[in-house]
């Protein structure tokens, strides 16, 4: 039995669900909370496949590093608002700023 990266055996269980005819090409990725991985496979018959390159991923970036960027333009993005408060003068401890962060992180992730 052979253990297949998590994205060429989603590619494969995909092209194995849809009418994906032989010779077609899919790429997959996997964005988890701390890594990403990828796979490209070709459907080479009815119930065959053939990975393209090796599958492979990257352990230094994941969602939660795109959650935190998203957040970063946003902060910049207010920050430079003409009349914009500062974000190192908010009292981080009035619990409706608090609320009012966790809101906008919220927000940002979920975009």
């Known amino acids: 039995m052979t253990l ?3 994205p060429e055996a989603a590619a494969i269980n995909y092209a194995a669900q849809e009418r994906v005819e032989a010779g077609t090409t899919i790429a ?3 964005l988890g909370g701390g890594t990403f991985d990828a796979a490209v496979v070709r459907k080479t018959g009815v119930d065959s496949f053939a ?3 090796s599958a492979d991923g990257l352990q230094q970036i994941g969602g939660a590093d795109f959650d935190e960027a998203v957040f970063s333009h946003v902060r910049a993005l207010l920050a430079a608002q ?3 408060v500062q974000w190192d003068t908010l009292d981080v401890e009035d619990p409706s700023v608090l609320s009012g962060l966790a809101r906008l992180r919220r927000e940002c992730t979920e975009a």
């Open 51 to 53: 990975l393209l390159g």
């Open 82 to 84: 003409p009349g914009a």
């Open 28 to 30: 997959v990725y996997d």
């Open 4 to 6: 297949l990266a998590e």
